[in-house]
């Protein structure tokens, strides 16, 4: 079993930046592929970023590429998500997830999920 605990949302204004983090404990595996995903009331879970176990590859939704960079440190366990030039409609509670294998964009590929953290962006 596998227990993500994200950290590091909050309030910001339009163009501004947070780094998410999720870290890892329980029965983790550096193999894992990890994925940043953010769900507004009313709406399904949608992807944002993804991983590779190694880190060497990377993927995001388009809404977000190019502001935002998502990276592991597999010593520590944790994934970060950086996220620049933020907009209002980035207003959401973002989860990180993990899954064996391949990076995937739909969520109930994953089956590890942290609780959640909000972010909301003012304009």
């Known amino acids: 079993q596998v227990q993500l605990v994200e950290q590091g949302g909050g309030l910001v204004q339009a163009g501004g930046s947070l780094r998410l983090s999720c870290a890892a404990s329980g029965r983790t595996s550096s193999s894992a592929a990890m994925g940043w995903f953010r769900q507004v009331p009313g709406k399904e879970r949608e992807f944002v970023a993804g991983?590779?176990?190694?880190?060497?590859?990377?993927y995001y939704a388009d809404s977000v590429k190019g502001r935002f960079t998502i990276s592991r440190d597999n010593a520590k366990n944790t994934v970060y998500l950086q996220m620049n030039s933020l907009k209002p409609e980035d207003t959401a509670v973002y989860y990180c997830?993990?899954?064996?294998?391949?990076?995937?964009?739909?969520?109930?590929?994953?089956?590890?999920w942290g609780q959640g953290t909000q972010v909301t962006v003012s304009s």
């Open positions: 991983v590779s176990w190694s880190g060497g590859s990377t």
């Open positions: 997830a993990a899954r064996p294998g391949a990076v995937f964009t739909t969520p109930s590929e994953y089956n590890a």
